[in-house]
Structure formats: C-alpha cells, structure tokens
C-alpha cells in the first residue's frame, strides 16, 4: 500500500516538472486511482483547471474600450499587470473558503457571478453569522476608475490594498496576515500555483494581494447587447440598429441634460470620476467618504460604480435599500433629499432638481440599462468556481 502511495506521488510530480511553457499542470488524479488507498490527496482532487490557463492577459477588447476616455479611467498599476498564471491563482484565492478562519465563505461568497460578482442580499454574512454594514457593489469592470479607490467609502487606495481588508476584517473572514500565509503554505496546490505565477513558491499577503487584484482586474464585461450596438454604430449618441424604440429613448435620457445620468457613470464603461452624495437621506446616517477623510464637506459621499450588469447587482446603493432599478429611477426622478452636500448635479439653485419624468420615460432607462447585462461574462468558465464539489 505504502509503494503504492510513493509511486502515485512520483508520477504526479514527474507530470508537474515536465510541463511546457514553465506553466506547472496540476494533473487529474480520480477517486477510482485512489478508492483503495488508506489517504488521499484532496488539494489535488479539488482543483479543476486547464492544462493550459485561460486567456486573462491578452483579452480582445472592442476598439471603443481602447479610447483615450476608457484607457484613462484604467487603475491596473505598472507593476501589477494581468499574467494568466496570476489571475489563475487570483481565481483559486478568490474561491477559496481557505482564506476565512472557519473555512466557511470566500471572497465569491459575497461576490457571485450570476450576480455581476455582487451580492443578492443587502448586506453579506461573514465567517460567524454576522452582516456586513454596506451592500457587496458588483466587481465587473472594476479595474475602470480612474482615481483608483476601492469600497463604497473609498478607504482602500488601490485594489490592491482593498483585497486584504476583508481578509482581517472581524465580521467578514476573520483572519491575520501571517495565519493566512501560514494556512495556505499548508495546502498542497498552493506550492504549484505561487510558482507558476511568480517564480517560487513562497507565500506572502503581498503576493496573495497582487494575484486576486490581477483577476478581478481581468473581469472585463463587453459583449453585452449595447456592446453589440455600440459595434455597429461606432457612436453611443446614434440610435442603435439592435434596440428597441424604449431602449434607444432610455439611452438618448440616459445621456440627455434631462437627467444628467451620464455625468456621474460616463464613457463606454459607465464609470464615476470620484465619489458623490445622490441625496440617499436629508439626516446623513451613514457618512460614508466623509467618515473616512474627517471632512464634513464629504459626509454622505459614496463611490458611483460601474453600470454594468446593473440588472443583476441588486438591490441598489451602499445599504441595498432599493430592491428594483424602478425605485433607483423613481429616486432620481422625485426622490432625491435635499443636503448639505449635495452633489450640483443634482440641484437647481438651493434646491433638487426634479427630473418629470413620464411612466413611459422612466421604463424606457431601466430597458436601457437592462442592454447593459453581459450573459457572456456572468456564465464565462475562466471566471468561474475552480474548485470540484461533486
């Protein structure tokens, strides 16, 4: 039995140490090859990845991703941009119950696919049982903001920084730097995956960092069907050929001085240029940016995320207060309270300005914003759960 054992060790690390392209194949080992065996070899057995990893660093993005205004809002930082190998191990961490003290959620876990990589729920359950304070925005596109911040708050400097925040934080995971490093230097394809990725096995919170940041950086989503529109068109002001007349009309509100949507989710990507107050509440209870920099002039500021895949990432805003895109439309149209720290966009001289829109109006940006969902990107394989649970 003992031979055995030693034998299967040393066929699996011949295949890892002959692989091609310095990419080390975690190869398949089936439960039949060790149904007799007294052990077994279960951080092999989890794992389901290609031979060759998936394409993350060399993705063919449309000629209107590659302008000067989408380029600009690009945060990927020189020296952390997309290898496949590292947005490999980026999508193992990012799976991985592992990375929380009791082994019972990952980052996925508040992040889920077939939700934009958001959360259903208004608030997340961490490790124990207990609720986050803010709702999980969606990670599509989340490499486009310029100034580069992470959280609703804009606490986290870069993506980066952001990753390992959750990782130590007392609600959500539960766990210090140095019991991660340790945890995972304990699990087999950890060793094969830190070396593929950058060049040793060593593991540190730095390199766990840059890895997780460089996936999440690759969820690109451009093959919605405003991005077959936009194809095209070649211009987001001409009336697009694949729309129906509600979602031309909700595009020309979207980006008319109606309503002014534009302004704070701009270019092809429809990002914010910095953090703003939408006039949630006229008492701020949360003070989001502002409770971060100590400033009063940012009290009740928030991050403007990406809209893409907006009609899988509810419910909406940082407390997930509003469960529809209809109440999201209907706060904008008549709802907005009145401020301090208003943002301008949305006041007439001291008060808010409300935007009359009709019923037909209204239904016609939610038909637009729904053109913004990419089936593609929320069922792609290379941005799925790596880890086999049958």
Same mark, same amino acid.
Not at 265 to 275: E, M, Y
Not at 316 to 323: A, I, K, N, P, S
């Given at each position: ?16 140490? *002959? ?55 690009? +945060?990927?930082?020189?020296? &952390? %941009? ?24 990952? *980052?996925?876990? *508040? ?29 599509? &596109? ?25 990782? %130590?934080?007392?609600?959500?995971? !539960? ?10 230097? %304990? ?19 730095? $390199? ?5 940041? %460089?996936?999440? $950086?690759?969820? @690109? ?17 001409? &009336? ?7 979602? &031309?009309? !909700? ?8 309503? $002014?949507?534009?302004? *704070?989710?701009?270019? +092809?990507?429809? @990002? ?14 949360? =003070? ?12 009740? =500021? ?47 001289? +001291?008060?808010? $300005? ?37």
């Amino acid at each position: 039995m003992k031979q055995r054992i030693a034998q299967m060790f040393l066929i699996l690390f011949f295949l890892m140490s *002959c692989s091609q392209d310095e990419y080390s194949d975690i190869s398949d080992v089936t439960m039949d090859e060790l149904e007799d065996t007294d052990t077994t070899i279960p951080d092999l057995l989890e794992l389901n990845l290609p031979n060759t990893p998936f394409n993350y660093a060399n993705i063919a993005l449309p000629n209107y991703f590659l302008d000067n205004d989408v380029q600009n809002e690009d +945060n990927t930082p020189n020296n &952390n %941009q997309i290898p496949n190998n590292g947005a490999t191990l980026g999508r193992v961490l990012f799976y991985d119950k592992n990375l929380s003290a009791n082994n019972s959620i990952s *980052c996925a876990s *508040c992040h889920i696919q077939e939700n934009g990589f958001s959360d259903p729920n208004p608030l997340s359950t961490g490790f124990d049982g207990d609720f986050t304070s803010r709702n999980s925005m969606g990670l599509a &596109n989340a490499r486009f903001y310029e100034n580069g911040r992470f959280f609703w708050d804009e606490r986290a400097d870069s993506l980066e920084e952001q990753i390992l925040i959750p990782i %130590q934080d007392l609600v959500e995971m !539960g766990m210090t730097l140095p019991e991660l490093e340790t945890k995972l230097a %304990q699990i087999d394809y950890y060793e094969v995956l830190f070396e593929n990725a950058f060049g040793d096995s060593n593991i540190t919170s730095n $390199r766990i960092a840059l890895a997780v940041s %460089q996936f999440i $950086r690759s969820m @690109v989503s451009y093959q919605s069907k405003f991005d077959e529109g936009m194809a095209q068109s070649n211009s987001i002001n001409n &009336n697009f050929a694949n729309f129906t007349a509600s979602e &031309n009309r !909700g595009k020309q509100l979207f980006l008319s001085n109606q309503t $002014r949507c534009f302004d *704070c989710h701009a270019t +092809n990507v429809f @990002v914010g240029d910095q953090a703003r107050n939408n006039g949630l509440d006229a008492t701020i209870t949360d =003070e989001g940016v502002g409770g971060i920099t100590g400033n009063n002039n940012d009290l009740g =500021e928030f991050k403007a995320p990406s809209l893409r895949n907006i009609e899988l990432t509810g419910p909406y805003m940082h407390d997930g207060r509003f469960e529809t895109l209809e109440e999201v439309i209907e706060h904008y149209n008549s709802g907005v309270q009145n401020n301090p720290n208003l943002d301008n966009r949305l006041t007439q001289g +001291n008060n808010v $300005r409300r935007l009359n829109l009709s019923d037909a109006d209204k239904q016609a940006i939610v038909d637009f914003l729904i053109t913004l969902t990419d089936d593609v990107f929320i069922n792609d394989e290379k941005f799925s759960d790596p880890f086999i649970t049958e």
